[in-house]
C-alpha cells in the first residue's frame, strides 16, 4: 500500500477536550482542546494542534516537542526562573526533561510534533 500525503486541516482531527490536571494547575481553570492527527507506527511521534485558556500549570517533559504559535500568547517559565514570551508565529522547541512552568495569556493555540524514545 502507497504512503499518502497526510494534511493538517483544523477540524479533521481526533478532538479531545478537558481541563489541565488539577495536580499541575499554579493559577486559573484552563480547558485545553487537542485535536490529534498522527501517529506514527512505533508510536513515539505524534502531531496536531493544541489550544488552552488562560491559566499556568507546571511542565515536566518526557518528550522532545517542536510548538508553532498559530494564535495568542503563553509564558514558558523553566526551573531556573528564566521566562520566554512565545507569540503568534513563533517556533520553538522543549526538549525531553525540560521542568517549569506554561502560562497562557488569554488563549493559545499551537501545531505539536512530539517525539518521545
Known sequence: MNKKLLRIVEGNGERET???AEEK???GKPQ???EHF???AKE???????SSDAGKWKLSYSEDEFCYII???AIITDADGHSER????DAFCIPAGFEGSWETIGSVKKFYAIYEE
Open 25 to 27: 494547575l499554579l493559577a
Open 32 to 34: 485545553q482542546l487537542t
Open 38 to 40: 498522527f501517529t506514527n
Open 44 to 50: 513515539n511521534f505524534f502531531c496536531g494542534i493544541w
Open 86 to 89: 512565545v507569540v503568534t508565529g
Open 18 to 20: 478537558g481541563p489541565v
Open 71 to 73: 494564535d495568542g500568547e
